[in-house]
C-alpha cells in the first residue's frame, strides 16, 4: 500500500475537477481577477452561512486577526488573552498590532483555553481574549462572554481550525466580537492557496475591517488609515463558492471518522482519544490523541516506518518560542499536551480500510 498521507485532497478535486475547471474558465472569461463577482457572491453566502451580518475575505486568516484586532481599536500598551497552546500566528497578530500577549494555560482536557484560571489574567490593560477552537472543537465561549461582559473586554474567535463548528446551536465566529478564519488548503473548508475571512455583527468594524483589507481606503487613492493588501482573489473565491455547499457533509464524515478512531484506540493503554465537549460540534480539523506513556516519539517513527504519516500540533508551545523569551511563566498543561499530542491521517473520505491499517500498526506497537 502506498503511504498514507496526514490528509488527502485528490479525492475531493476529482470528486469536483468538473466544476472546478468550468468556475475557472468563468472567471477567466470575465477578465476580474481581484474583488470581483466572485468575493462578492461568497462573502454573502459565508454570512449567511454563518449567521452573521457581515463576512469579509482576506487574503489569510493571519490578516483576520491583525485586521480584527485593529479593527476593534486594540494597539500598543493594551493586553490581549490567549492560549499558548495553537500555531503561532495567534500571538503573532497581537504583536502586529503592538499590543501585549498574556497567556492562560490550556483544559487539559479538550486542549482549549482554560476559562477557569483565565480570570486572574485579566488586568485594567485587558482589552480582549481570543480563544482558539484548537483542533476543530468549541473553547467554552458561555464563560468566556461572561468574563467578556464583566470585565468590557472583546472576544475574537480564532476559528482557523474549526469552520462548520458549533457552540450551543450557534456557529463559531459567529458569537464574539470578531470571527476569524483561515482558507488554507489543508483546512475543512480550505482554497487552493491561502484566503481568510473576518465575520462580525458589527456595522463599524466591519466597514474599519474593508478599510484596512485595500490600504486604508473606502474609495480608490483616498486612503484614510494604514492599511495592508489583503484582499481574496476570484479564483480562490470561486474555490470556496464550489466547496462551500458541501461543507457540512464532509464535516459529518470527519466526525465519523473520528468516531471510528476512537471506538478502537479508547481502550488501549498509553493512548487518550479526544474528549469531545457535550456543548458543541467538533468538526476534527485534526483527530488528535495523547501517547501517555512517554513513547509519542517512538510511535510516530514506527508509523512512518510503516508509510504512515503523522504530525505533532504543536511540538512547542508558543511561549517557548524564541520570539518569547522574556516569557518565564510556566503553563504546564500546554507543555504536556505538546510532548504527548499526535495527530492521525484524517479527511472527509478516508476510507476504513487505511484506518484499519493504522489502528493495526498502532496496537502492535503497543503491544509488542
Not at 486568516?61 to 490567549?82: Q, S
Not at 505533532?312 to 511561549?319: F, I, K, L, Q, S
Request: aromatic share 10%; proline share 4%; with cysteine.
Amino acid at each position: 500500500m502506498n503511504k498514507i498521507p496526514i490528509l488527502d485532497l485528490q479525492p475531493e478535486i476529482q470528486f469536483l475537477r468538473d466544476k472546478l475547471n468550468a468556475a475557472f474558465q468563468d472567471v477567466l472569461h470575465s477578465g476580474q481577477f481581484i474583488m470581483g463577482p466572485q468575493v462578492k457572491a461568497l462573502e454573502a453566502e459565508l454570512a449567511d452561512f454563518l449567521g452573521v451580518k457581515h463576512a469579509i475575505t482576506l487574503n489569510s486568516g493571519t490578516d483576520a486577526l491583525v485586521i480584527g484586532l485593529r479593527a476593534l481599536g486594540i494597539n500598543e500598551g493594551d493586553e490581549v488573552i490567549t492560549t499558548p497552546f495553537t500555531f503561532y500566528a495567534t500571538a503573532e497578530a497581537i504583536q502586529h498590532v503592538g499590543a501585549r500577549t498574556v497567556f492562560v494555560d490550556i483544559n487539559p482536557e479538550n486542549f482549549n483555553i482554560n476559562t477557569e484560571t483565565l480570570e486572574e489574567k485579566i488586568t485594567d490593560r485587558t482589552k480582549a481574549i481570543i480563544p482558539v477552537h484548537l483542533f476543530g472543537q468549541a473553547a467554552n465561549m458561555t464563560s468566556l462572554l461572561a468574563l467578556a461582559q464583566k470585565y468590557k473586554v472583546k472576544i475574537i474567535e480564532d476559528v482557523a481550525q474549526a469552520f462548520g463548528g458549533t457552540y450551543r446551536n450557534k456557529m463559531l465566529g459567529s458569537i464574539g466580537d470578531v470571527g476569524c478564519f483561515s482558507f488554507f488548503p489543508s483546512k475543512n473548508l480550505g482554497a487552493y492557496g491561502d484566503g481568510g475571512l473576518l465575520a462580525t455583527n458589527s456595522d463599524e468594524v466591519a466597514e474599519v475591517a474593508k478599510m484596512l483589507r485595500s490600504h486604508g481606503s473606502k474609495r480608490k487613492y483616498y486612503n484614510e488609515l494604514v492599511g495592508y493588501n489583503s484582499r481574496l482573489d476570484e479564483i480562490q473565491a470561486a474555490v470556496l463558492r464550489i466547496k462551500l455547499p458541501y461543507i457540512q457533509e464532509w464535516n459529518d464524515k470527519r466526525r465519523q471518522a473520528a468516531a471510528y478512531y476512537s471506538e478502537a484506540l479508547r481502550d488501549i493503554r498509553g493512548i487518550q482519544v479526544p474528549q469531545e465537549e457535550s456543548y458543541g460540534k467538533h468538526v476534527y480539523h485534526q483527530y488528535t490523541i495523547r501517547i501517555t506513556n512517554g513513547k509519542r516519539e517512538a510511535l510516530k517513527t514506527y508509523l512512518e516506518d510503516q508509510g504512515i504519516s503523522s504530525m505533532v500540533y504543536y511540538p512547542t508551545p508558543v511561549h517557548k518560542l524564541p520570539i518569547f523569551e522574556d516569557v518565564h511563566e510556566s503553563f504546564p498543561a500546554s507543555e504536556q499536551a505538546a510532548a504527548e499530542v499526535l495527530s492521525l491521517p484524517i479527511w472527509p473520505n478516508i476510507q476504513r480500510e487505511i484506518q484499519d491499517r493504522i489502528i493495526s500498526i498502532i496496537k502492535d506497537f503497543i503491544y509488542r
